[in-house]
Every structure is written in structure tokens, then in C-alpha cells.
């Protein structure tokens, strides 16, 4: 009976380990060199810019650059003491509206994509059409009548018009993925759901959004970067108060006025990537199938 | 009405919030922004809230178009410019495609540290462009950047990558294609993991050899995520503004039909917007055009989208 078992398992075991098997030495050394090479080109400019963060600027523009040249946290601990620009306070500023703006897209595109993954509704093929051009057009064009509707709203300035504009930003390409992905869990869930005297909202709440976990981490991820990054509307529609600016605008003014300073810049460049690739951690995992089923039933 | 308010109200429920906040935030500034290609409204004659001033532009009609569509030189060369956008978007999408599906194959396959390759691989999406943007420029200096270093040390001439020639566009396209394969690998990776391996397995029967079984089992498969994110790729990079901006600045050489919009936007004593827009409305019946094209040559292929 045990040996029954084992030898079963075995049998099991060959399938997948069979095709590595399969492979020739030649062949897996020539996956695994196209792998590191394609890995090193993506991970060396933020590898680079680490290494000069760790330098003092000076050392930074030398012809033939090394890879330590009298590094210290220098850099990180003069820009986090303010000597740079209020930091602390654009890094909390960045943090409220990226946070913000990934809280209100996703819950937004969730209802929608489920309305429109669900329901035959008057209207619904218009609504997908009019994302797909919202798309196109290139938004910075639009920054003026944003700006003249923002001041008429009241909200120029504060940073819930900025989340509103971001989340337009994001909310079409998110409903996209999450109609697709709801699309994948199977509508008896629903019908499921209803015979047991759940409302409509009640079953997307509390039965299809738990299921939609890696759809919902890839929108997040989505949301979070749409906002995090962003530097053209932060610019023009936030107060020019130093204490009120995202950490992007706040870069980039730091940038026009410090040219030079090449270490310190790294430094600050490494702090702001920091939480997107925190983010990006937590959510790694899931990218691959979210993705694929929102794209696949496009 | 009642019947129909019955049937659909919670759907029309869900849907709202989204609709109410496109069509202020987006729907309405584009038909301003429309109406503003038939004026000449710059920074000078718009109403001005703050200071309590009167729009003083005026109606012009088409000018803007003919001006724009001539392609003179100072309404920043049209048709010139379009061939450009139309060269950065082909090939940067091409390159994300063909390299992200490459690397979606290798990562598809049974090797060892697989989940490592892909957050390292992934890692260029979760960056912040304008970071990417700092870092690509501080590594492409034609001085002290490590790229012309190691072309110098292995005795290949070092050009001025971000000067004043067609050095700067191939510059910003290997920027954007190491920004947007990532998006693409995984996409891909997904509509691989998707196709059945049974599908496989009866190509291996029937004797077809690997190169018959990518092209007679994997493209057909990737097909329908092939072809949302090729058009969601073509209309990104069509309007990818950051990358070439923080990287090339204005630089006439890396000119696309987005950054002239913003340059007449943003930058220039006059700020005219009236132009910005019309470059806007041109770029918006570009896409268009192009995904009724599109979309018509799908069709054909008998893919209902």
C-alpha cells in the first residue's frame, strides 16, 4: 500500500520535472543567461542610481565612475533632516493622495466593472467606448478647462480635486481589468448569492469582491502609481506653498535648482521609489493572473 | 420609465459615481477644449478667476487647423512631427512586444528561481517614470555616464546620446521600451498560462516540431490578449508625454505631437493654448482613425472586441 503510494507520486513527480529534463545543458544555460541578462538590464538603472545615492556629489559626475567612492548615507540623512526641502511633509502630502486616489478608483471601477461584467443595461457598450477614448486623449491638453472647473467646484488647490483628476486617470483602465476579471468568477456565485437573500450590492460586497482579490491588487498597484509618479497636474493644481507639494513636484523643483547636486538627487530619487516598490511587493504575487484575465477578455 | 427604472436601477446604480466624475472631469474640458481650436486663446486674453479678468479671445474659425495642418515650422512642423510620433510609437511598441513576449516564453517554462526573474524583471513598471527618467539621463551623459564608459572601454565610439541629433530619439525609445516591456511580459505571461496544455501535448503527437508549435498553438492563443494590449500600447506611447520630456526636454529631435502640445502649453512667453488644443483634437482623430482600423482589421480576423 505505501509502496503503492510512493510510486504513484513518483509518476506524478516526472511529468514537469520530465521536460526539465528534456532540456539540454546547452539549452538551460541559455535560458537561464538570456534571464540574467534581460534581470540585469531592468535592475541596473535603479541599482545605479542607488550606488550614487551612497556617493558624495562631487564623486558623482568623475569620468570614470566607480563603484564606491567615499559612499556614506550622507545623501539620505541631510535630505530627511529638511537641509533639501520640506521632505517629510511632500512625502506625507504623496502618501494621503496616492493612498486617496487608489481607495476611491478602485472602489469605483470595482462597481462599475461589476455592473458592467454583470448586467445588460441601456448604455453599457457607450460607457466602454467612451474609457477607451478617454484614453486618447492627451490629457494635458485638458489642464485648462480642469483647472476653470476646479476653481468653479471649490476644490482648486485642496488635494480632493487632485485625487478627482488622478482617479479619471485611473478609473477607466481599471474598469477595463476588473470587468475582465469578474468576468472570470462564475455567475452561479451570484445566483448563488441572491436565492439567499442577498441583495444586488450585497452579493458584489460581500461575495465577488473577496473572490477578486488578485484583480483588486492589480488595480491598486495601477491606482497607486497613477498618482504616486505624477508630476504635470500635481504642478499646476496644487498651491505653490512649499509645505502643500507631492513629493514629484517637489523633485523636480529640487532638480531645475540643483543641477549638480547628482548624489543628493539620487538619494531623494531612492526614497520616493522606496514605498511604489513596497507597493509593487506586496502585490507582485497576484500581477500575473490579474492581469492576464482582465486583458484576456479585454 | 418606471418598468425600465425596475429593471436597471441598481446597475445605473453602480455605474454613476464613474459616469458623473468622467463626464465633469473629462467629457465637459474636452468640449471646452474643443471649442478653445476655433479661438485664439492664450495665456494673455482667458478669463482670469484670480484676478477677476474678462476673457477677451476671439472666435477665428478654422485658422488654427490650416495653420496647424500647412506644418510650417512654427506650429511645430506637423507632418514631420506625425512621422516621428508615428516611428516612436512602432517601434517602442514592436520592442515591447517581441522582447515581452520573448521574456513571457522563458518565464513560462519550468526553471529554476522563476519567481525571482519575475520581480526583477516587473521592477521598471513599479518605478516612478519621472525616476527612470532621472536615472536613464544620469546614465546616458555623454561625459561622466556609465554607458558611454563602458562603449569607451570597450572601444566603441561614444556618441552625445541626448544632443541635438537623431541620437536623442533612439535614446528615449530604449527608455520607453525598458519602462513598458514589463507591462507587456506580464500580460503576456498571463494569455500564456491560459492556453491548455492539452494543446501542447496533441501538437507533440501529431509530430509538430517547437518552432510549428509556437506558431500554430501560442499565436493563436495570444491572441486575444495580443490584441487589447497592442492598441492599449499604441495609444499609451502615442501619447507618452513624461519620458521624452524629463529626458530630452524640448528637444526638436525628440518632437512627438503630445510634448509640442505641451510645449506650446507650458513653456513660450505666450502660452497658447489655442494651438496646444488643436494639437490635442489632432492627436485625439489620429487614434481614432486608427482604432476603427484597427478594430475593422480584428473583425476581420473574426475577433469580436
Known sequence: MTLDASSLKVVQAAGPVRKRADRSPLASIGLHGALV????????????????????????????PKLFNESSVDNYTRILAGDKGNFLAWFGNSVVIALLTTVIAVFLSATTGYAASRFRFPG?????????????????????????????????????????????????????????????????????????????????????????????????????????????????????????????????VFVQQNRTEWGHLAAASILVAIPAIVVFYLVQRFLVTGLASGAVKG | MRRFLDRYWYAYAMVLPVVVVIAVLVLYPLAQG?????????????????????????????????????????????????????????SCVFFHYTIGLGLALLLNRQVKGRTLYRVLLILPWAVPAFISAFAWKYMFNAQYGIINQLLRSVGLPDPVWLGQSNWALVSVIIVNVWLGTPFMMVALLGGLQSIPGDLYEAAEMDGATPWQRFRHVTLPGLRSVSSTVVLLGIIWTFNMFPVIYLIAGPNPNTRILVTYAFERFFSGASRDYAIASTYGVLILSVLLVFAAVYRRALRKQGEVW
Do not use: H
Not at chain 1, 542610481?49 to 556617493?55: A, E, G, M, Q
Not at chain 1, 494635458?140 to 476646479?150: E, K
Open chain 1, 37 to 64: 541578462i534581460a534581470s540585469i538590464i531592468s535592475v541596473f538603472p535603479v541599482f545605479w542610481v542607488f550606488i550614487t545615492s551612497l556617493k558624495p556629489d562631487a564623486r558623482a559626475v568623475e569620468p570614470s
Open chain 1, 124 to 252: 453599457k457598450r457607450s460607457l466602454m467606448m467612451s474609457f477607451l477614448l478617454v484614453q486618447m486623449f492627451p490629457f494635458a491638453v485638458l489642464i485648462v478647462p480642469l483647472y476653470n472647473i476646479l476653481i468653479a467646484l471649490g476644490l482648486n488647490g485642496s488635494t480632493f480635486g487632485l485625487v478627482l483628476v488622478y482617479c479619471t486617470t485611473a478609473v477607466p483602465f481599471c474598469t477595463y481589468m476588473l470587468k475582465g476579471y469578474f468576468d472570470t468568477v462564475p455567475s452561479d456565485i451570484d445566483e448563488a448569492g441572491r436565492v439567499d437573500g442577498l441583495s444586488p450590492f450585497g452579493v458584489f460586497w460581500r461575495l465577488i469582491m473577496p473572490l477578486a482579490k488578485p484583480g483588486l491588487a492589480v488595480t491598486s498597484f495601477y491606482a497607486f502609481l497613477t498618482a504616486w509618479g505624477e508630476v504635470a497636474f500635481a504642478s499646476a493644481f496644487l498651491s505653490a506653498a512649499d509645505e502643500s507639494k507631492t513629493l514629484a513636484v517637489g523633485l523636480q
Open chain 2, 34 to 90: 474643443v471649442f478653445f481650436t476655433f479661438t485664439n486663446i492664450n495665456e494673455g486674453n482667458i478669463a482670469n478667476p484670480i484676478l477677476e479678468r474678462p476673457a477677451t479671445y476671439d472666435v477665428v474659425g478654422f485658422k488654427n487647423y490650416l495653420n496647424v495642418l500647412s506644418g510650417g515650422e512654427s506650429f511645430g512642423a506637423f507632418w514631420s512631427t506625425l512621422v516621428r510620433t508615428l516611428i516612436w510609437t512602432f
